[in-house]
């Protein structure tokens, strides 16, 4: 009767006068780092969310169209709504072509998905100080 509770089979130790752990992280990181830069991209995803300190936020997904090595990754802005954030977001929906009106925005979500527009991106460091790619802003094209 055969074990078929782990279908890879159990772990065996080959190595075991070998103690050395060795791994390139920053090799690895750099594989999904965009270099800075403007490119184009499209809107694939807008979601409603909630930030780390619980304001309504909302969420856009960026997919670079740009042909070449960059082509097809994709990267966020997250927009709070909240008064020192605002500002974010209307930069946001008017580079995709909804700027407030009357200062209310309104769209459909269907219409702002495959919008594109331009996103600058550079490279900046998280909490932990390690680098990490991100949209600086959103321009028209």
């Not at 991209?41 to 780390?52: N, P, R």
């Not at 500002?87 to 008017?94: A, F, G, S, Y």
């Not at 580079?95 to 996103?119: E, M, Q, R, V, Y």
Request: net charge negative.
């Amino acid at each position: 009767m055969s074990d078929n509770s782990n279908p890879f089979g159990k772990p065996t130790n080959e190595n075991t006068d070998d103690d050395n752990f060795e791994f390139n992280v920053e090799d690895e990181l750099n594989k999904f780092r965009i270099p800075e830069g403007e490119y184009q991209a499209k809107c694939v995803a807008l979601t409603k969310s909630e930030s780390k300190a619980g304001n309504a936020m909302w969420v856009f997904d960026f997919a670079i169209t740009t042909t070449g090595e960059q082509a097809g990754k994709e990267l966020k802005v997250w927009c709070a709504l909240t008064p020192a954030a605002l500002w974010k977001l209307t930069e946001t929906t008017t580079a995709l072509g909804f700027p407030p009106i009357d200062g209310k925005l309104s769209f459909k979500h269907a219409n702002i998905i495959n919008k594109t527009c331009k996103i600058e991106v550079v490279t900046e460091k998280d909490n932990q100080g390690n680098p990490r790619t991100n949209i600086k802003r959103c321009l028209p094209l």
